[in-house]
C-alpha cells in the first residue's frame, strides 16, 4: 500500500481545509455535503453523539453560529492509497480558555469525491499550552 502518495495528500488536504473554512463560517451546507450521505456515517462531538448522516446535518442546523473561530496546530493528514485518509488536528479557540481540542477525520473517496465517514472530537485541560508545540 502507498502511504501519503504526494497527489493523494494534496486533494485530502484541500478537502480538509474546505471543511475548516466552513465550520467557522458556519456554511451548515458545504459542512453536510462533506459528509458521507449515509446512516453508517458517524461523528461523535465534544457534547453529543450523531448516529448517521441525517443526525450530523441536524445537529448542524441547531447550532449556534457564535464562537466557531479557532485555531488549528499540529494537523495531520496521512492517506492510505488513494481512497482512503486521517486528519487529525489540535485547536484551541479564545472562548474556551485553557483546554485544547482534538479532532479527527476518517475521509474516504465517494463517486461524489472525499467525504468524512467518521469523526471524533473532544476537549482536554491545557492550562499551561503544553500541546500546542
Known amino acids: 500500500m502507498d502511504i501519503n502518495l504526494p497527489e493523494i495528500v494534496t486533494e485530502v ?7 475548516e473554512a466552513a465550520l467557522i463560517t458556519n456554511d451548515v451546507d458545504t459542512l453536510q455535503a462533506l459528509f458521507w450521505n449515509s446512516p453508517l456515517t458517524i461523528r461523535y462531538g465534544i457534547n453529543e453523539i450523531l448516529h448517521g448522516w441525517d443526525e450530523i446535518g441536524a ?3 441547531g447550532r449556534s453560529p457564535a464562537g466557531l473561530m479557532r485555531t488549528i496546530f499540529r494537523t495531520v493528514i496521512t492517506t492510505y492509497g488513494r481512497d482512503y ?3 487529525s488536528t489540535l485547536f484551541q479557540r479564545d472562548t474556551i480558555p ?3 481540542g482534538r479532532q479527527m477525520q476518517t475521509w474516504a473517496r465517494m463517486p461524489e469525491g472525499w467525504r468524512i465517514v467518521a469523526a471524533h472530537v473532544s ?8 500541546y500546542r508545540g
Do not use: I, N
Not at 476537549?123 to 503544553?130: F, I, Q, R, V
Open 85 to 87: 485518509a486521517t486528519a
Open 59 to 61: 445537529f448542524r442546523s
Open 123 to 130: 476537549m482536554l485541560d491545557d492550562p499551561e499550552g503544553t
Open 98 to 100: 485553557g483546554k485544547v
Open 13 to 19: 488536504e484541500a478537502a480538509f481545509q474546505k471543511y
